[in-house]
């Protein structure tokens, strides 16, 4: 797009009036949704859709404004309107000839687009029926495929011209049980970055099965008595703790505003020793990663904790500038009509060498949890409160009984502190992270993990 057509002039106008920053951001996306609910095709959405937004950064403030107009001439008359907000001469500008192709770190194979919608509606067709030879006890299911195909161009002063193209897929099933005395729900869900290859990691069947599984088991636990108690956090439960406990704490720009715990934390113990967290984008097929981020930087590992010290925040360019930091390449938008915020991909607490097995033997009484359910936090204090989509009472070191209904309570660097066995094993989730009304597709892991003495509150 932007090899095509003379930027240097937008970004002339742009910065006419001054300014630190001077930015345009393409965007093309073309995506597809399949939907099916009780057997019924509800739902075969497909579009694409495209634009560019304009960002001027003046001050430490950022203005920006967005067009599906893709014409120079009107590109110019934004660029003129942004550029009001400065005050004094003007920047020449500093933008590299040609634009530099991301190194992608996941390849693929076998595009989406390549294949029928036929065959995708197939594939929720599969896991309805599935899921309901599962357990006559599933009621519902709702089944769903998805997919996109990104490309980004981004042409900044000073010095960038970077392009990119990311793949998603993933399937989703959801299904609700029920007795005649309850209902109960379970959920699964696979993708990542990459093509119609995911399949090869995860099978409609295998999700359908799960998520019919943890909806009958669930239907028939018992709650679990209220208390402080040692919890295991299951490799497969996903990084919801590491997302939300410590995650979005070391957003920059949240940092920045005091709206952190961990404003003033840097260099100092947030975590038991055993606790190391990086955010790694270049992770391959996974749902976090890319080659570029939405400023043009490229996507990197940035350690946040090693050995239970805070050693760094996530940066986008605003607040790298800010904090006279460098950008870690987690400035994500959620499309060309956002501007670009310090946001997570994928969040990992590293392993350790302890065998899962023996992080759950040495409990003697307590919670396993096998799935994560929704989670928030207070970024300020740190407190969080998860839900416990699956799991079952420990008993002399042992999984028991399913429980429903449970929910964990903390504050999240209390919680890290209390980590006193990290297993050696390293489990992924996947999801939509939401912050000021944008979406963006991010991964999380964890090891398995043991929270210990003084325990954790779980209701």
Known sequence: MFSEMRITPVLSALLSRGGEYGELFYEEVRTLLVLMEDGR?????????????????????????????????????????????????????DVPASAAAARSPSVVRVPPSSRGVGEKVALVGLMDRVARGTSPLVLQVRASYGEAERRIEVAAHPGVFATDEQTLSFLSVQCVAGDGGGLAMGYESGGGTGGFEFLEEFSPETLARKAAGRAARTLSARRIEGGRMPVVLSAEAGGTMVHEAIGHGLEADLALQGMSVYKDALDTEVASPLVSIVDDATVPWKRGSFGIDDEGTPGGRTVLVEGGVLKGFLHDRLSAMKAGARPTGNGRRESYRHRPIPRMTNTIILPGRTSPAEVLSSVDRGLLVLKMGGGQVNTVTGDFMFEVAEGYRIENGMRGDPVRGATITGNGPEALKMVDRVGSDLGFGLGTCGKEGQGVPVGDAQPTIRIGHPYITVG
């Open 41 to 93: 095709i509800e739902r075969v959405l497909s579009g694409t859709d495209s634009g560019i937004g304009i960002r001027l950064i003046y001050r430490g403030k950022t203005f920006h404004a967005y067009t599906n107009d893709v014409s120079v001439r009107t590109l110019l008359s934004l660029a003129g309107d942004l550029s009001r907000y400065a005050e004094g001469g003007g920047v020449p500008v």
